[in-house]
């Protein structure tokens, strides 16, 4: 129910929007959490922004390079990605839950990213 896009290979230094698109859920009425995976590693978790219009929450180690934006007139949440590293190669996955109890019930399938020169 949940379909991330937008990732592919970034040469160091690029920036890169990914997309989180939902069907039949309402994304506005979910907490939307941001996570990654990369090769060899545990998953780790970028950010969650709280339903409705509530501000997000950052990784402390990511905040800074990450943000996020919700446009509710087409469902979806994009991850944006600034100066990307090689350490940021990773499939990264949306997920509507909740950022308190970090319990997410929706996942999507991941997009992944590869931070290469």
């Known amino acids: 129910q949940l379909a991330e896009s937008g990732g592919g290979l970034v040469q160091p230094g690029g920036s890169l929007t990914l997309s989180c698109a939902a069907s039949p859920l309402t994304l506005y009425n979910y907490d939307i959490g941001w996570f990654r995976q990369g090769p060899g590693k545990e998953r780790e978790g970028i950010s969650c922004t709280p339903s409705g219009d509530r501000p997000t929450y950052y990784a402390g180690a990511l905040k800074g390079r990450f943000s996020v934006t919700r446009d509710s007139a087409k469902n979806t949440v994009y991850l944006h990605i600034n100066n990307l590293k090689p350490e940021d190669t990773a499939t990264y996955h949306c997920?509507?839950?909740?950022?308190?109890?970090?319990?997410?019930?929706?996942w999507g399938q991941g997009t992944p990213v590869t931070v290469s020169s």
């Open positions: 997920a509507a839950g909740n950022c308190a109890t970090e319990i997410y019930d929706f």
